[in-house]
T-cell receptor
Framework: AQKVTQAQTEISVVEKEDVTLDCVYE???????LFWYKQPPSGELVFLIR??????QNEISGRYSWNFQKSTSSFNFTITASQVVDSAVYFC????????????FGTGTSLTVIP | NAGVTQTPKFQVLKTGQSMTLQCAQD?????MSWYRQDPGMGLRLIHY???????DQGEVPNGYNVSRSTTEDFPLRLLSAAPSQTSVYFC????????????FGEGSRLTVL
């Protein structure tokens, strides 16, 4: 079974629109960590955020915000006022304290921001 | 300020050939790992290491070997390349096994004909 599900394969938005990327995870651990990574067209993978399972506070960083809800096992990512530079593939990932040593990645959501 | 360095960036092999993808990091990270990225499948873990002399298999280890003789280096070996190994490979390192974010290399695009 997929531990991290990103149901949205591709999303297109017009510049300045808000967009939310969904991430649903599955774990039996009580201690785990969630991540988002960005892969722009140039191909490198860039870390965006880490959240541990004991911290459900939402986080905002500029135009980016993350909504962590344990009740629904979701860790969604919202970009406000999207820009062309936000066009990328975004990956959600999970690591579990008990299993350790392995990061489980979702299949990614390809976001295209149209000017 | 190199971070994680992978070489080569591009490689074309014929079926049955062998090669090594090199990975080096200069951040003194104990944890290193190799992923492959295929369309629609995200990133899948091939092998990982939690320190020099220690390696273990990930989700898709078949056809690949690794070794970790130093903290800095973690090469990935393909002993007999197959077309199914055509992929983009990423090396990553982290300061902690599962709480630290992964720092990725730029990727190596491998084509096996």
């Amino acid at each position: 079974a997929q531990k991290v599900t990103q149901a949205q394969t591709e999303i297109s938005v017009v510049e300045k629109e808000d967009v939310t990327l969904d991430c649903v995870y599955e774990t039996r651990d009580t201690t785990y960590y969630l991540f988002w990574y960005k892969q722009p067209p140039s191909g490198e993978l860039v870390f965006l955020i880490r959240r541990n399972s004991f911290d459900e506070q939402n986080e905002i960083s500029g135009r980016y915000s993350w909504n962590f809800q344990k009740s629904t096992s979701s860790f969604n990512f919202t970009i406000t006022a999207s820009q062309v530079v936000d066009s990328a593939v975004y990956f959600c990932a999970l690591s579990e304290a008990r299993s350790g040593n392995q990061f489980y990645f979702g299949t990614g959501t390809s976001l295209t921001v149209i000017p | 300020n190199a971070g994680v360095t992978q070489t080569p960036k591009f490689q074309v092999l014929k079926t049955g050939q062998s090669m090594t993808l090199q990975c080096a990091q200069d951040m003194n990270h104990e944890y290193m790992s190799w992923y492959r990225q295929d369309p629609g499948m995200g990133l899948r873990l091939i092998h990982y290491s939690v320190g020099a002399g220690i390696t273990d298999q990930g989700e898709v280890p078949n056809g690949y070997n690794v070794s970790r003789s130093t903290t800095e280096d973690f090469p990935l070996r393909l002993l007999s390349a197959a077309p199914s190994q055509t992929s983009v490979y990423f090396c990553a390192s982290s300061w902690d096994f599962n709480t630290g974010e992964l720092f990725f290399g730029e990727g190596s695009r491998l084509t096996v004909l």
